[in-house]
T-cell receptor
Framework: DVKVTQSSRYLVKRTGEKVFLECVQDMDHENMFWYRQDPGLGLRLIYFSYDVKMKEKGDIPEGYSVSREKKERFSLILESASTNQTSMYLC???????????FGEGSRLTVL | EDQVTQSPEALRLQEGESSSLNCSYTVSGLRGLFWYRQDPGKGPEFLFTLYSAGEEKEKERLKATLTKKESFLHITAPKPEDSATYLCAVGGGATNKLIFGTGTLLAVQP
C-alpha cells in the first residue's frame, strides 16, 4: 500500500516561530503537494513539486516555502508563523498524468 | 479560472435512503474530474476518476456520473459507514494539480 507519512499530527507554536512540516512517501511518485484545509474553504494548494529541487506556487503560497532535496521527501516551512496559519496541513503524492493523489493523515498546527 | 462548487454543504439521510451529491464545475479544458472521501481526522481517500461526459464509475453503493457541466455522486441504500465528507476535484495532467470543492458532509443515521 502507498503510504504518505507526515512527521507530526499535532503542533502548537508561538507567533514568529519557524515551523517545519515534513512529508515522506514510499511509492516513488514524481509529484508531491502541500494543501491546507480550513472549514468552509476546503483544500487549498500551497505549493507543489513535480521533481527533485523543482517547486511551483499553488494558490496560497504567501508565508510559506518548500524544499524537495530527495524524491521521497517534501517539506513545508513557515519562516515566521502567524495566527492565520493555524490550520490542518495535508501532504499528498501522486504519479504524473493521474488525478489519484495519496494523502497523509494531516498535521494540525495551532499558532498562538 | 477553474472553479468547483459542491452541493449541498451537508446532507443527513436515514439508512437505506438513496440520494445524490452534486459537483458543478467551470474549467477551461477538463482533464479529469475526481471524487474523494474524507473521514474525520484523516486525509482524503481517492474514489473515482471521470474523464468525459457520459462516463460512469461504480464502487459498492456509490456511482459517479459526469456531464459537460457537473458530476453526481449517487449513493444507493446508504449505510452508517458511508458517513464522511465527499470531495470533488478537477485537474490532473502531468502535474496532478487538483482544484477541490468545499465538500458535502454526509451523515447516515441508522
Amino acid at each position: 500500500d502507498v503510504k504518505v507519512t507526515q512527521s507530526s499530527r499535532y503542533l502548537v507554536k508561538r507567533t514568529g516561530e519557524k515551523v517545519f512540516l515534513e512529508c515522506v512517501q514510499d511509492m516513488d511518485h514524481e509529484n508531491m503537494f502541500w494543501y491546507r484545509q480550513d472549514p468552509g474553504l476546503g483544500l487549498r494548494l500551497i505549493y507543489f513539486s513535480y521533481d527533485v529541487k523543482m517547486k511551483e506556487k499553488g494558490d496560497i503560497p504567501e508565508g510559506y516555502s518548500v524544499s524537495r532535496e530527495k524524491k521521497e521527501r517534501f517539506s513545508l516551512i513557515l519562516e515566521s508563523a502567524s495566527t492565520n496559519q493555524t490550520s490542518m496541513y495535508l501532504c499528498a503524492s501522486g504519479q504524473k498524468n493521474t488525478g489519484e493523489l495519496f494523502f497523509g493523515e494531516g498535521s494540525r498546527l495551532t499558532v498562538l | 479560472e477553474d472553479q468547483v462548487t459542491q452541493s449541498p454543504e451537508a446532507l443527513r439521510l436515514q439508512e437505506g435512503e438513496s440520494s445524490s451529491l452534486n459537483c458543478s464545475y467551470t474549467v477551461s479544458g477538463l482533464r479529469g474530474l475526481f471524487w474523494y472521501r474524507q473521514d474525520p481526522g484523516k486525509g482524503p481517500e481517492f474514489l473515482f476518476t471521470l474523464y468525459s461526459a457520459g462516463e460512469e464509475k461504480e464502487k459498492e453503493r456509490l456511482k459517479a456520473t459526469l456531464t459537460k457541466k457537473e458530476s453526481f455522486l449517487h449513493i444507493t441504500a446508504p449505510k452508517p459507514e458511508d458517513s464522511a465528507t465527499y470531495l470533488c476535484a478537477v485537474g490532473g495532467g502531468a502535474t496532478n494539480k487538483l482544484i477541490f470543492g468545499t465538500g458535502t458532509l454526509l451523515a447516515v443515521q441508522p
